[in-house]
């Protein structure tokens, strides 16, 4: 088991370490995934720090992930933005995913905002859609918060009845509406499944019954950290491709890179809007 004095002293030894390098305190945190990357280079004058230089950190791995922090200013926010993710397919433990949230959360972060490239499970949707995330299924695997609990950072056993926080997505659906995205955005579940591989027609027949709207690999383990370090998150999908099985063709990593290419502009002009308003 971990010993929770030596994850707590690892932690603030690399937010001492990277507040040192940075000109301000960011107020909202971004993990970009796979789709959103670019959103990084819109800011002007960055301050880039390699996650392979922060004491401690995990290194990231998928592909499509540059593996840094990016300081600066979005909507004229201070925000610090994730471009690099960690997933549990690379092969870290569930517990391990807990601490890039907790170290935003120490550097002063008040807000989170989520987005991943995710399937599309319902067929009145269609891909390119974009999801915001009203709350989350995750049976399978261990919670990012298990074994040593961090009493500095949150209690034992958190509320997760309100993950995505309501005003957040109401926020967000009245910016998708002001931009003219409203018949593309949507609300709903995102249903977790570990990948890598993508899921059977079998499994997303499942997923449908269970109640899930989209599928994908990433996200749970961030908003149920952030929720139990009290900090409100805003959680975006960016529907790359129909689920399997909803669609004639196989699925593949080009789609949902291509399709992430081409909906991305939407979806980061949506995020900056909404930045603008927090
Ligand atoms: N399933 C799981 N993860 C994903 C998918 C999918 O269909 N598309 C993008 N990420």
Redesign the pocket.
Known sequence: MRDPEKLWADLQEAAHYIQTKIPEKPEVGLIL??ALGPLAEQIPHPVRLAYQDVPHMLVSTAPGHAGEFVFGRLADKPVVVMSGRFHYYEGYDFEDLAQPVRLLKLLGVKTLILT?????VRTDWQANDIMLISDHIKLMGASPLRGANLPQLGVRFPDSSTIYTPQLRTLALETAAELGQSETTHEGVYFF?P?PQ??TPAE?RAIQLLGGDA????TVTEAITAAQCGLPVLGLSL??????GLSSTA?SEE??TLSGQASGARMAALLQAILAKL
């Open positions: 995934g796979s991943n490239a995710a399937g599309c499944m990948g993508y899921e997303i599928v994908g690999m990433s529907l790359t491709n129909m689920a399997a699925l789609e949902v």
